[in-house]
Nanobody, 122 residues
Framework: QVQLVESGGGLVQAGGSLTLSCVAS????????MGWFRQAPGKEREFVAA???????YYRGSVRGRFTISRDNAKNMVYLQMNSLKPEDTALYYC????????????????WGQGTQVTVSS
């Protein structure tokens, strides 16, 4: 059983930056694909980014070039550096873990954190 705890969300103006962190415990962290998803009010949860155990990264198109996902296997941490934030990035951001290679499909992720709120004002 893997436990995930996110932190780092907050309120930021458009164009600003935030870094989200997620700490994992209770499992073999380095064997998991780690992902970030987000869900805005009234919308479905959507894939944001993922990083494999080896460091390969994947992004949804609307965040590529603005967001950077990374992981530190020694610390059981995964990060999401978010730059040039836009109001449409406002959402509850979730950290998730999967042992599959289905990087952008939420239903393939086995473990989820509680989420951290990101609000971008215009």
């Amino acid at each position: 059983q893997v436990q995930l705890v996110e932190s780092g969300g907050g309120l930021v103006q458009a164009g600003g930056s935030l870094t989200l962190s997620c700490v994992a415990s209770g499992g073999t962290f380095r064997t998991y694909m780690m992902g970030w998803f987000r869900q805005a009010p009234g919308k479905e949860r959507e894939f944001v980014a993922a990083v494999s155990w080896s460091g390969a990264t994947y992004y949804r198109g609307s965040v590529r070039g603005r967001f950077t996902i990374s992981r530190d296997n020694a610390k059981n941490m995964v990060y999401l550096q978010m730059n040039s934030l836009k109001p449409e990035d406002t959402a509850l951001y979730y950290c998730a873990a999967t042992r599959t290679d289905k990087v952008d499909a939420a239903n393939w992720y086995d473990y989820w954190g509680q989420g951290t709120q990101v609000t971008v004002s215009s």
